[in-house]
């Protein structure tokens, strides 16, 4: 039986590391491309880039995804502080480089998105998050709901394969 190289050979050996950078990477990027569509993109129209597929558009959102629940933005604030909580107390159980990669990406996207929930009008955990990606008219979004379709990928992907967090897998 070969080993998987995405599994430490260490039994001792975390993915902390991996993990936080992935998670501060996509906080970076996210804040920064905010900043530009928000300089860049307000109170201007539509920018296509290809096509009728996919424009950057400003739009200030005060829901989650699709805008829904637009009337519980500090329920969503509070629960993006609960998820970035449970996450950082999981991250030194990780030892499988994949799930830090997907959770690191988790946990950027939720800080990313939190970050304007704290800091944007209309106030303290009801800000609005800025999003500027338009596809296709379906929905608007941003670099962390970019980062959060990818570690529910990622995480959806490990776990069907059976490979565990902590580096064990299902039946072994």
Do not use: C
Given at each position: ?172
């Amino acid at each position: 039986m070969t080993a998987d190289p995405d599994i430490t050979q260490t039994p001792g050996r975390r993915r902390v590391g991996l993990f936080a950078a992935v998670a501060v990477g996509v906080v970076a990027i996210d804040q920064l491309t905010k900043w530009w569509a928000v300089e860049s993109l307000r109170d201007h129209d539509p920018v296509p880039l290809v096509g009728d597929l996919l424009s950057l558009r400003f739009v200030l959102n005060p829901g989650a995804a699709l805008g829904t629940a637009a009337g519980y933005t500090i329920v969503l604030s509070l629960v993006a502080v609960a998820t970035t909580i449970a996450l950082v107390v999981l991250a030194p159980r990780l030892r499988d480089r994949w799930w830090a990669v997907g959770l690191g990406l988790f946990l950027g996207g939720a800080v990313g998105n939190l970050v304007d929930r704290v800091v944007r009008d209309p106030g303290f955990l009801r800000g609005h998050v800025v999003d500027f990606i338009d596809y296709a008219g379906l929905f608007v979004g941003n670099v962390a709901d970019i980062a959060l379709t990818v570690a529910a990928v990622v995480v959806v992907g490990r776990s069907w394969r059976g490979h565990r967090f902590d580096g064990t897998r299902e039946g072994s």
